[in-house]
């Protein structure tokens, strides 16, 4: 008896010593909470990359960046307008956005598109924020949210990270919104963690990391300057020339109906370099996957892939996956992480034009005669597995 009072005892003291850490960590976020709001501008270097949960090794390239940030409270999709430049020229923007519509200049193509957001599918603006407003965006959502939630710190010398971990949530920062992935039917019973690192002589954040089931996507900034802008003269037309010629994003989507058109011929290389072609397809059925390592979608998808890869005989039915071949780098990686099992091929654009990609995940079902009879945006567990199957069913 007295053993079990002593540790029910000791459970009790840790519980406290816990509670008390983590009132402890809330009040200091709650200080750089206001720390960050006293921010009106800023500008700042900013370098991004992408890594594999679990690992610290890019991807791809590091991104290095220029911006000028606005904090702009009133816009409930961002909190912030901003631009961002080439970090070779900061005369020359590549993306801004502010409020109203984002833009996007092609240096190398001499010309510019915008999205005034009117056909956008979704119930938020797909909008990435920029550094502080994200931070801000972060720091909210864990003093405020009901969600499951644990907050652990590292102090350092200079600097204290602090952990949040979601449990049971996919949860997105887009825009300022918390976006609950699962509740659009992609995932469940999976933890989202993001690491803020504060530095501890200004009480601000210099580095943000978000780790999903997919990948890590770590930002950090360097060479701040805050307050030094002026909002007001904030317009996205002072950095567009004015001779560019534009054209807007609904230009870009896709105009030709693929349905029932006979499939574009690919002739793409694997991860070995060896060459493989439509033509050389003999199944009833066929489904080209159009996919990114980057999509979070995507890569939920890989279970029912695999499963599906050893459902049906070769003569039968068979698929592959596209991956764009600028993502090569990686993709060795991503593939032993995911345990993909079937095969895999690098795409040039040519091929990737030609299937109207433009959307990740895309499933094209084609029938004997390579002539496409079905196009499948998305990937949402439940649903999108049998709305193949219905479509492979269809057509054997």
Known sequence: MKRLIVITL??????????????????NLDKVLERIRQIETASYYSTNFFCFSGDTIPIDEKTFEY??????????????YYVKFELSDTTKMIFAYDGKIRARINWKENNFETDDFSKNPWPYRTVIAPFFAKSKALIEYALTTKDSIKIDSVFYKNSVAYKISIFNERVELVGRLPIHISELGSNEGVISEYIIWINRKTNLPYKFQRTLPANTMI?????????????????????IPVDMPTRTEADNKPKIDLINSIAFNYQLNDLENQSHSLKDISSKVYMINLTSMYCGPCGLSVEFLNDLSKKYSKEDFSFVSL????????????????????????ADKTTLDSYNFHLTPTFLILDNNKRISKIIYGYKKGETEIEIENAIKTLL
């Open 219 to 239: 930002e950090e900034i360097s060479n701040l300057k805050i307050n030094n802008l002026n909002r007001n003269n904030f317009a996205i037309s002072n950095y």
């Open 67 to 80: 911006f000028n940030e606005y904090t702009v409270p009133i816009d409930t999709s961002v909190g912030a």
């Open 323 to 346: 991956y764009n071949e600028n993502e090569k780098k990686g993709l060795l990686n991503y593939i032993k992480q995911h345990e993909i099992k079937y095969e895999v091929l690098l």
């Open 10 to 27: 000791t459970q009790v003291i840790i519980g406290l010593i816990s509670c008390s850490s983590q009132t402890k960590d809330l009040d």
